[in-house]
């Protein structure tokens, strides 16, 4: 059926979504470089720290205040304001140093109300 001079490659890929779409993973023996960071993570830990620092400020006295400025739903911003409380460490590896987690933003988000301590080995595996 084949030509013996037909040339096949198998290159091992895994597909999955992250924040709604596809990705390709690499193999699970390659090391990620650094920078390799999701950027809706970052973008999410941006915002979550904006929404803090108008709470702590005044220039928004509720979650609801910024949820009608951003034009979002008041549980969306509740849900990505907890970002901002991620534990120190999380947050340098994860901003300053751009190590990429093992977890997804949707992980991130519910590990955020545990304690600081069990964070970083629940992040970085």
């Not at 992250?18 to 090391?31: C, E, F, H, M, Y």
């Amino acid at each position: 059926m084949s030509d013996p001079a037909t040339l096949r490659i198998v290159i091992p890929l895994t597909i999955r979504k992250r924040n709604g779409r596809p990705k390709i993973l690499p193999p699970a023996d390659r090391v990620l470089d650094m920078g390799e960071v999701d950027p809706h993570v970052l973008r999410a830990i941006a915002r979550a720290w904006r929404w803090r620092r108008m709470l702590e400020t005044g220039a928004a006295s509720t979650i609801h205040d910024i949820a009608e400025a951003e034009k979002l739903s008041d549980r969306f911003v509740s849900r990505l304001m907890r970002l901002a409380f991620l534990c120190p460490q999380v947050l340098e590896r994860l901003v300053t140093r751009r190590v990429p987690p093992a977890l997804s933003l949707a992980d991130l988000i519910v590990l955020a109300d545990r304690p600081w301590d069990e964070q970083m080995a629940a992040v970085f595996g």
